[in-house]
């Protein structure tokens, strides 16, 4: 008896945390006290583990009451006078009452405690699967799956699946194999494993025959599909440049109550980008911006760059729009682009032209390119003046314009033929400092000769090689065709030997230019055979259709002179410039 108490008080201070005080006896109580409840302490102890209190009249203890048990303490000195008979059974009942109570506030439960035993992969089986599925087997995978007699856990489902060096094909086979069993209930986290692993192989083959059971799986297994595996089909298909593919996929979300996030979105646009199926990915791109489901700044900025490349450089203004209004800044570049973009057509060019109040601080400081594209979009349009009302808030408020604005506007405006404003663009780009380059010097002239004022342009030419030590041939060539326009071909001459003269050698457009007005007005034959001559010397060849005019024109002459009657109505000269 005295045995069942002591472990039951035992038990019970394990229960709860309590530390039980050592019981010290005498050797000889111990031992009358062993032999004395010996068949008790049996009784007692069912009892204390099964809760279920009886009566046991049978073998109690009796021993004399003399006994001084004093000095075993079972907590409260409940127990510290012990009567063999009646009162110790009593005694006993009243712990018993107690650990009964203590058990149930503590709410034992027979077997609760008890650990489901874990999974073990067998590893003999999964050996002989991972061989099976590593080499190439035709036509008889499935068999071979049979007679392994495998137990289609979870756990070696994965394992399989996340085995390196397996073919995706025969992945497929195996997964398909695998839904054949009905006892298998199909996870989203072994589908994710197998989407993850067909993806580390990179097969177009495997990625079309895993997009298939994906496919089955949706219509078979209701919410086993979700948006991370259908994302990572998606940008799958975008890596292999199969944007029909990724656009299928995007349309199967709604079939699989899937809701389509950011990462959806821009695999699926990059997808259809790839391929040039723009229409499409602006079609994705309008829902995405319906559900305000924009990615990072970065991934906004491909889109933006996406578009402008596929020339639709409208729609992805409104992108940018989208962006800007949410305090998402797209890169610098990006802006650039875009920019640029819509500096190509004229009818975007207002909407490039308002990007630019955007610009502020330290960015607008360093805008000088996309400021520089909106003016010579404007001077192509022959909106001279807006360009020149952006130049004049350029220097006002920067970037600080340089030399290829101010040509931009100088040119449109000489092109007009409105040389005044002109050469007010040039003297305020003296003003800051800026020296004219060449090609400025160039359009001026190029604007006095079209409007016949050769001296003008002469003087324009002087200037330029005050300041400049070599010129190009494009600013003699303007001058040369000014000349020939007036038919002042003595001149003309004269520049083609100056340019010789600065180290400037004439090309095949100076010659062409000169010997056609040759022919065609002066029927000055000879002068043009002379240039012809010396283009030989210097390497430049000659089309065959001004050939075949200096041939026409002197055979015309020397039947004007065989005919006297036609000679003397033809009105033949010859240069006074010898031609060196």
Not at 269 to 282: D, G, T
Not at 384 to 399: R, W
Not at 485 to 508: I, R, S, T, W, Y
Request: proline share 3%; hydrophobic share 35%; glycine share 6%.
């Amino acid at each position: 008896m005295w045995r069942s108490i002591a472990a039951g008080s035992r038990l019970v201070a394990r229960n709860f945390g309590i530390a039980t005080e050592k019981v010290q006896c005498s050797q000889t109580l111990s031992l009358n006290i062993s032999r004395s409840l010996s068949k008790p302490s049996l009784y007692r102890s069912s009892r204390f583990l099964s809760e279920s209190p009886a009566a046991n009249p049978k073998n109690e203890s009796s021993f004399s009451p003399e006994t001084d048990l004093s000095s075993l303490s079972f907590g409260e000195n409940e127990y510290a006078q012990v009567d063999p008979s009646a009162d110790a059974v009593e005694s006993n009942d009243n712990l018993g009452e107690n650990y009964d109570t203590q058990m149930e506030n503590f709410d034992f439960i027979p077997g609760e405690g008890k650990e489901e035993e874990a999974y073990e992969i067998d590893g003999d089986k999964l050996e002989n699967v991972l061989s099976l599925l590593q080499s190439s087997v035709d036509g008889y995978l499935e068999s071979s799956l049979d007679s392994f007699d495998l137990d289609l856990h979870e756990d070696f489902v994965l394992k399989v699946l996340e085995t390196p060096l397996v073919l995706g094909e025969n992945l497929v086979c195996f997964f398909k194999w695998v839904m054949k069993h009905p006892e298998y209930k199909v996870t989203s986290g072994v589908v994710d494993a197998l989407v993850k692993a067909i993806c580390s192989s990179v097969g177009k083959k495997d990625v079309y025959a895993l997009w298939d059971l994906v496919k089955e799986i949706g219509e078979k297994e209701k919410g086993v599909l979700t948006v991370e595996i259908l994302n990572e089909l998606i940008a799958l298909f975008s890596k292999l440049g199969k944007g029909k593919a990724a656009f299928e996929v995007f349309n199967k979300f709604g079939d699989y109550s899937c809701v389509a996030n950011q990462e959806t979105y821009y695999f699926t646009i990059e997808a259809l980008s790839r391929r040039k199926i723009f229409y499409s990915a602006w079609s994705v791109c309008e829902k995405m911006i319906e559900t305000g489901s924009l990615p990072d700044s970065e991934k906004v900025g491909k889109i933006i760059s996406w578009f402008c490349k596929g020339g639709k450089a409208k729609e992805a203004h409104v992108v940018y729009t989208l962006v800007m209004e949410k305090k998402m800044y797209p890169p610098q570049s990006v802006v650039n682009f875009l920019i640029s973009s819509l500096c190509q057509k004229d009818e975007t060019v207002k909407l490039a032209l308002d990007m630019l109040d955007d610009f502020s601080g330290e960015g607008r400081k360093y805008a000088i390119k996309p400021f520089s594209s909106v003016i010579r979009s404007l001077c192509r349009m022959k909106d001279v003046d807006g360009a020149k009302t952006l130049l004049s808030k350029m220097i006002s408020e920067g970037p600080p314009p340089g030399n290829a604005v101010f040509n931009s506007v100088i040119s449109a405006y000489s092109k007009a033929g409105d040389m005044t404003p002109a050469m007010e663009m040039l003297k305020l780009m003296r003003s800051r400092g800026l020296k004219p380059d060449v090609y400025t010097y160039t359009v001026l002239m190029s604007g006095y000769a079209n409007g016949g004022q050769m001296e003008e342009a002469c003087e324009i030419l002087n200037e330029a090689k005050k300041n400049h030590s070599r010129l190009s041939p494009v600013t003699y060539h303007t001058l040369i065709r000014g000349y020939c326009k007036l038919e002042e071909f003595d001149n003309a001459l004269k520049l083609l030997n100056e340019m010789k003269d600065v180290g400037v050698q004439p090309n095949v457009d100076e010659y062409n230019k000169l010997i056609q007005s040759l022919c065609l007005k002066a029927l000055d034959w000879r002068t043009a055979e002379k240039l012809l001559e010396d283009m030989k010397l210097k390497g430049l060849h000659l089309n065959g259709i001004t050939r075949a005019l200096i041939r026409a024109v002197k055979e015309l002459e020397e039947d004007a002179i065989e005919n006297g009657g036609i000679g003397g109505s033809l009105n033949f000269r010859k240069s006074n410039v010898t031609v060196r």
